[in-house]
């Protein structure tokens, strides 16, 4: 039974508190689709400029 809760334990430091993780997951890809547009923008600007 320790080891079980020491795995908790150790799950919870590596990924945030309890009922946090969706949060986490909202920002990540939040900041995924501003590089992916921003990404997009310059490839477009250097198609036009060629």
Do not use: P
């Not at 986490?24 to 060629?50: E, K, M, P, W, Y």
């Amino acid at each position: 039974m320790s080891e079980v809760q020491y795995s908790i334990r150790e799950a919870v430091r590596e990924f945030g508190e309890e009922n946090e993780g969706f949060h986490r997951l909202v920002d990540f890809f939040a900041s995924g689709r501003v590089n992916a547009a921003a990404q997009a923008v310059g490839t477009a600007q250097a198609a036009l400029d060629h």
